[in-house]
């Protein structure tokens, strides 16, 4: 994929992606704790679960102030069966506490602050940064990460790295929405084995790079 095809690419994906369903980090961005503990909950963990698991526990707590007040174990028992359920839970409880002592109950802005709090990585940071605060930064996960290889449109070997090509060859306008854009796709049809390349709309822009079996 070239530069100048990416335009047409991310059009054709925002029309595409409104037959399914919003990825589920993007039911939960009233504030930037609630983006910032729904995405704690979905790392190694299917939307549906996420999903409700986060419903569950907002239903509970939606502040730093009202989540540090719940014991452990009631998180623990609120979120389960998300995937590393008491390690998330005792990771919230320290997150709560944290925000609490050090940043006046607000959740950071900016990237290597969110780093700094237990078991956050780039992809959380990015979320709620894109997500909470609207602010320039991209989310890369699995399906932003395949897909843009698979493009051709960067050559990486890691998601690290592919957030650093983006940075430097991603438009602007595209970097807060592209993560929605390609989890949807990547979920429901340009799969990681045998995608549905005779269904995609986006193939002529496409090199299939490491694509072996097709749908």
Partial sequence: MQ???IQATIRILKKEVQKWRVP?????????FTVLISCLLSLRTQDKTTDAASDRLFQLARTPQAMAKLP??????TIYPVGFYKTKAKNIKKICRRLLSQDNG???DDIDALLSLPGVGRKTANLVVTLGYQKPGICVDTHVHRITNRWGY????????TERALRQKLPRRYWIIINDLLVAYGQNLCKPISPFCSQCKVSKYCDRAGVKVSR
Wanted: glycine share 4%; net charge negative; aromatic share 4%.
């Fill in 106 to 108: 607000q959740v950071p």
């Fill in 154 to 161: 960067v050559q990486t070997k890691t998601p690290e790295q």
């Fill in 72 to 77: 452990t174990s009631v998180i623990e028992k």
């Fill in 24 to 32: 589920v980090i993007g039911h939960y961005t009233e504030s930037p």
């Fill in 3 to 5: 530069d100048k095809e």
